[in-house]
């Protein structure tokens, strides 16, 4: 059942009810200023960072979902509704929202009166615009009333939802016209403040939440919208809210627009007063002259469209399948732009006060980013590594406001190390620009220790060659990329972190999973030093990665499938031996997909392992039989009930892997039928038993062992985004960067057809034509550029030409 439509030419999904299974988000923002807005107008902004400098008030786990928003009440007699249909639920004659690329709109109706509200955050300033148009649609004049309603959030989001004692004495509002100022905290110790605007006269408004909601009310039936009256009230403590009450006469067939601006301001430090505890709003002022019309506003939503058209004109495909070229051509690559972003802070499942930049997340968010804007894809690999530490493990996580690593969690996640290795040679093949390999970078932040980045790939590399365990395989340390495999871990009491209780490394636990990455990116790693002439570097990177190779055959392999690791005790995991638990997708995907028993037939057999024993309906399982009973000695892995999460759950991080391992080896039907399973294009047809949005992935979905199986929770904010987006344009359709230049060798579906690409790649556009005449799955039989037949799979790649047009024959 589906909930609404894709409407591609517009690059929107159109959602035709307000009672989507789960709030259906989307992601307003380019830089600096985020909101995060949901289908029903629920959601919250932040500057920069949303545990520290969150903007509004948002009730994660509140009843009912997603409450707190941008709203915008319509008083027309006695009815009140709202576009969004939240927070007053009224019914509405009709309703649509259109979730699109960096923006939102409504369009709804009630009793003769329509209303479109369209939602973004301009490319340029820190500041949201909602445009709102009502219009007459009856053949009598209309006399209404529009409310707008923000809550503030007093700015840090972990100490807005603790600290009452002190919060509620702090809240402080200036009123000017139609500019409302939050204030909190200005006086002390910050430099900025918020304002919310709207470009006409107002009849009235409030700035306590308590005036405005009055006692024992809530958002849905505010005292003020049903007295028709704002009081004025100047909030002093307690929550401070913006209202804006505007009186509106309409004329049959009269439409009338407002612009509202939510906007963050800064102030030099020694120049933040206007006069004795009057803000000084000449940044204020400069916003709300900028966006001051409807010609502003529609100048700056342009603006947004031509740079997400330009973003989303690097790579386009166009083939016989409308939902392959749905996902590459817009959907997967927007979700990629919000992961880069976002990382895990904030999301309707991620409180934005929990986790801020993840070093793993960021690194493999950056494989899907890297093609869009690689500078940004630069800055934050140097951010990354700034937060290295000497002897090459890293803060598994950092705030993005202070660019610090966060020490709650420390270090201690031996797969971190070598996701930097994947990052930075992601971005060099991409660029070319091997000068980012010789940027001083600080470890720990402290630029007294600085080397060089290609120094710090080297300590990652050797962060694994130097810890190893009794089998020669990776210690596990905390964790490796399974958060939730803790093998040192042996929490017996709740409240406990999984990951961080206990020693952050034993000399035992082993992991296979990190020795399959280190088999991928040790050797992306010796192509990097030889891009630096240190052909000697290079030579012993793959000597090691040749010792990892074998151990993996030695000790990795069970004789159907890849070993998962070994525990504290060195008994396996992911083993025929183990009772539950005995095959895991991580090793099985990332040793096959970084080429480990392929030329011994193991990684085929490994891969037919994962189909009979792993797939389902829904997705592949990340192992399988599902935990039944809590493990001392496995973690939090056993915590999940059998279905969920880690413990036999659909990752759909790590489909991917496997898909991208099918197409190593050359199935392409194989590798076609898992990147299906998860695919939001494909799954919108059961939205009611998936539950999240229908054009963005998420995290997880319930397996074979679960309660409702194939429902999916934790949309958006997963590096299945970056993962799902390699395997369809890098490996599926087959356009890889190399340092050399773009390799082209697709690994297709039987009956996919042909199909065109269009690639910008280092300041080229490469327009290219795959024909598959004896539909293979794999193999490029012929490859001609502008006419030439070229050998191999890879269109060399000459400084200074900016277009190639290739044609491959499949065959
Ligand atoms: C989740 C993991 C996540 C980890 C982060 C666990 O509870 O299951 O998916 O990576 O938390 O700390
Ligand atoms: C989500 C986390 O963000 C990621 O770092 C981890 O790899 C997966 N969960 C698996 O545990």
Request: hydrophobic content about 35%; proline content about 4%; charged content about 25%.
């Amino acid at each position: 059942m589906k909930f609404g439509y894709f409407d591609d030419a517009n690059k929107e999904y159109v959602i035709t009810t307000p009672k989507t299974p789960l709030p259906w988000i989307n992601y307003l923002g380019t830089n600096d200023f985020f909101s995060l807005i949901s289908n029903t107008a629920g959601g919250y902004s932040f500057y920069k960072d949303a545990k520290l400098l969150r903007i509004t008030r948002f009730r994660y786990n509140n009843v009912p979902a997603d409450s707190n928003g941008k709203y915008y009440y319509i008083k027309d007699g006695d009815t009140i509704w709202n576009p969004g249909w939240m927070p007053s639920k009224t019914d509405l004659d009709s309703y649509e929202c259109r979730h699109g690329i960096g923006y939102s709109k409504w369009n709804s109706s009630k009793n003769g009166v329509s209303a479109s509200v369209l939602a973004f955050v301009p490319t340029d300033d820190a500041c949201e615009i909602n445009q709102i148009k009502l219009t007459n649609n009856t053949q009598s004049v209309k006399e209404i009333k529009l409310f707008s309603y923000v809550e503030w959030c007093l700015w840090n989001a972990d100490d807005d939802m603790k600290n009452f004692q002190r919060n509620f004495s702090t809240g402080e509002v200036e009123v000017i016209g139609s500019t409302l100022y939050h204030k909190t905290e200005y006086r002390e110790r910050r430099n900025h403040y918020a304002i919310y605007h709207v470009n006409s006269d107002i009849d009235g408004f409030d700035t306590s939440r308590d005036a405005f909601l009055g006692a024992y009310h809530d958002n849905h039936d505010p005292e003020v919208v049903t007295n028709g009256a704002c009081t004025g009230s100047v909030a002093h403590g307690w929550s401070p809210v913006a209202v804006h009450q505007i009186n509106i006469t309409l004329n049959p067939g009269e439409t009338k627009s407002f612009v509202f601006v939510l906007g963050y301001c800064e102030n030099p430090d020694n120049d933040k007063w206007e006069s004795k505890n009057v803000v000084n709003k000449a940044p204020a002022k400069k916003l709300i002259e900028k966006y001051s019309t409807d010609a502003d506003v529609e100048k700056a939503f342009d603006k947004l469209n031509e740079y997400w058209n330009n973003l989303l004109s690097i790579f386009t495909v166009e083939s016989a399948n409308d939902k392959v070229n749905r996902m590459v051509n817009i959907w997967n690559q927007y979700q990629c732009m919000v992961t880069f972003n976002m990382s895990r802070s904030a999301s309707y499942f991620e409180s934005g006060i929990g986790r801020g930049m993840g070093f793993r997340d960021s690194n493999q968010d950056l494989l899907g980013f890297v093609h869009l804007i690689p500078e940004r894809a630069r800055e934050r690999i140097i951010d990354i590594a700034s937060t290295q530490f000497e002897n090459g493990s890293a803060y598994h996580q950092y705030q993005p406001l202070t660019k610090r690593g966060n020490s709650d969690i420390g270090s201690g996640f031996n797969d971190d190390p070598l996701w930097l290795i994947a990052g930075t040679s992601a971005y060099v093949r991409e660029t070319g620009d091997v000068s980012i390999l010789k940027e001083m970078v600080p470890y720990d932040n402290d630029m007294s220790v600085a080397t060089t980045l290609m120094e710090h790939l080297k300590r990652s590399f050797d962060f694994t060659v130097n810890n190893k365990g009794p089998h020669k395989l990776p210690l596990i340390g905390r964790a490796d990329w399974n958060d939730c495999l803790n093998l040192n871990c042996f929490s017996e009491h709740p409240g406990e972190s999984f990951q961080c209780f206990g020693p952050s490394e034993g000399p035992v636990a082993e992991s296979v999973f990190i020795a399959g990455m280190f088999v991928k990116y040790g050797e992306e790693y010796a192509q990097l030093a030889e891009l630096l002439g240190d052909t000697a570097e290079a030579e012993r990177a793959r000597k090691e990665v040749k010792i990892m190779y074998d151990t993996v055959l030695e000790s990795g392999w069970d004789g159907e499938w890849f070993v998962r690791a070994y525990d504290a005790y060195s008994n396996k995991i992911g083993s025929k031996e183990c009772e539950e638990g005995k095959i895991f997708i991580e090793s099985n995907g990332f040793c096959s997909l970084a080429g480990i028993g392929v030329k011994e037939g193991l990684a085929e057999k490994a891969l037919d392992s994962v189909k009979k024993y792993l797939d389902c309906k829904y997705g592949v399982m990340i192992l399988q039989p599902a935990y039944t009973v809590y493990h001392l000695e496995l973690g939090e892995i056993s915590s999940y009930p059998p279905g969920y999460k880690e413990n036999a759950g659909i990752f759909c991080h790590n489909n991917p892997w496997v898909s991208i391992a099918e197409t190593v080896i050359g199935r392409g039907d194989r590798a076609f039928e898992i990147y299906k399973k998860t695919c939001p294009a494909y799954t919108e047809e059961i939205s009611e038993i998936h539950k999240t949005e229908p054009y963005v992935y998420c995290q997880m979905v319930a397996g074979n062992d679960a309660y409702i199986p194939g429902e999916g929770k934790n949309s958006w904010l997963t590096g299945t985004a970056a993962w799902t987006f390699c395997n369809i344009s890098q490996y599926i359709l087959g356009v890889y960067p190399t340092h050399k230049g773009l390799s082209i060798d697709p690994c297709v579906p039987h009956g996919f057809g042909d199909f065109k690409i269009t690639r910008k790649f280092r300041g080229a556009t490469y327009n290219i034509e795959v024909t598959n005449p004896s539909d293979v799955e794999k193999g490029v039989k012929e490859l001609y550029v502008d006419g030439c037949k070229v050998d191999g799979c890879i269109v060399p790649f000459t400084e200074g030409k900016t277009s190639y047009n290739v044609k491959v024959v499949m065959g």
